[in-house]
């Protein structure tokens, strides 16, 4: 069943394009909406909240979201938010869709479990120790997660540098400028480790490319997925976004056979 936000959402679509838009694309719109086609439009519309709303609901929101792109289904992927000295984040292995704010667990700066989620069965996420060390190493302020398939594709065309570490380099696309410290002429530089058979054993190698990588806004890990932080949710968000899209055009770009003379990323 959809969120009460979903919903909201996808009010505000309707209203806002039914006085835009000439009547009979209007009709069509509606008609689509109604049989399902208008996922990716809520998902484009939909705008992060601000800083003002409960990092509980905007730990549902954004699951929700992700779910939309794929990046969180399967009960996969999480998401963690820190508010000053409190730490919230999403539970395992449920489906992250259907999250409720009193779903939520809340640890302190440590990772000591502080508040239980509402319901007992609930479990804390195997991905607490990463997301603590952004936290704790790049201060941030938000730490997602996401199964992203254009991130597990490109990650196979990621090169070795040494031991775990493999390095993903993108340049020369728009979509770098939306990464901390980036501009279009710059790589970005994406650390991809080896994937484990726990996702809490990635944290060692995560911390070793977040040192090893200081201008990285993320870690990706190899066959799996991609840690993606920010100062806040907002950025986080905005940064797992543009990697999504560097990494679907890095696919595309190995698939289409581009060569170098054609662009710097190519082979
Ligand atoms: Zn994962």
Request: contains cysteine; neutral net charge.
């Amino acid at each position: 069943m959809p969120s009460g936000c979903a919903l909201r959402f996808r009010a505000i679509s309707i209203q806002g394009d039914f006085f835009i838009w000439p009547n009979s694309l209007t009709s069509l719109y509606l008609v689509a909406m109604a049989i399902g086609f208008q996922t990716d439009r809520v998902s484009e519309i939909n705008p992060i909240q601000t800083r003002d709303t409960s990092p509980r609901d905007l730990i549902c929101e954004i699951c929700r979201n992700f779910y939309t792109l794929g990046w969180v289904s399967g009960t996969g992927g999480g998401v963690s938010i820190r508010r000053n000295d409190t730490i919230y984040m999403a539970p395992s292995g449920v489906e992250k869709e259907k999250i409720k704010p009193e779903d939520i667990f809340e640890l302190d700066l440590a990772g000591n479990v502080t508040r239980h989620a509402k319901n007992e069965k609930l479990k804390l996420t195997e991905c607490a120790p990463l997301f603590l060390s952004a936290f704790e190493m790049r201060n941030a302020g938000a730490v997602l997660h996401s199964h992203s398939p254009n991130v597990v594709l490109s990650t196979l065309y990621a090169k070795r540098v040494e031991g775990r570490i493999s390095v993903l380099e993108f340049t020369e696309l728009e979509m770098i400028k939306g990464l901390e410290g980036h501009g279009y002429h710059d790589v970005f530089t994406l650390p991809v480790v080896d994937n484990t058979a726990k996702e809490c054993d990635l944290t060692d190698s995560l911390r070793e490319a977040i040192a090893k990588y200081p201008k990285t806004c993320a870690v990706a890990v190899r066959n799996h997925g991609i840690y993606v932080w920010g100062k806040d949710e907002v950025k986080a968000k905005t940064q797992a976004e543009c990697i999504d899209y560097l990494c679907e055009i890095l696919v595309r770009m190995r698939q289409s056979g581009i060569t170098r003379d054609q662009h710097p990323m190519g082979v």
